[in-house]
């Protein structure tokens, strides 16, 4: 499957921005998706997942309550909608994709390892 990161852009803190996760190749209805992001001099880290269901989120701390990730896999796209977004929300955000159970939980989906397709990232800059 191939996937196809949009929508970042330049920013002022406390605005919004969605990114988009569309895939080709293969229906995205049976992966999980994850959102990581990389900052300048900064390893890359897990930011929110869904598993291929959609009936569950994951949510790294820093972003909780301000992200939403959801899916709509009649379009074979994954939503990462940014809420109250901060200067340290800057970064390249990534989706990737793997096969997983629902079952699995957020310590498993946090782990950029377990996936197996990766879109090429979109710049999130948010200015402060």
């Known amino acids: 499957v191939q996937l196809q990161a949009s929508g970042g852009g330049l920013v002022q803190a406390g605005g919004s921005l969605r990114l988009s996760c569309a895939a080709s190749g293969r229906a995205l209805n049976n992966y999980a998706i994850s959102w990581f992001r990389q900052a300048p001099g900064k390893e890359r880290e897990f930011v929110t997942g869904i598993t291929w269901t959609g009936g569950r989120t994951y949510y790294a701390d820093s972003v909780n309550g301000r992200f939403t990730i959801s899916r709509d896999n009649g379009k074979n796209t994954v939503y990462l909608q940014m809420h109250s977004l901060k200067a340290e929300d800057t970064a390249v955000y990534f989706c990737?994709?793997?096969?997983?159970?629902?079952?699995?939980?957020?310590?498993?989906?946090?782990?950029?390892?377990?996936?197996?397709?990766w879109g090429q990232g979109t710049q999130v800059t948010v200015s402060s």
């Open positions: 990737a994709a793997v096969i997983a159970s629902p079952s699995f939980g957020c310590t498993w989906y946090s782990k950029e390892s377990r996936y197996d397709y």
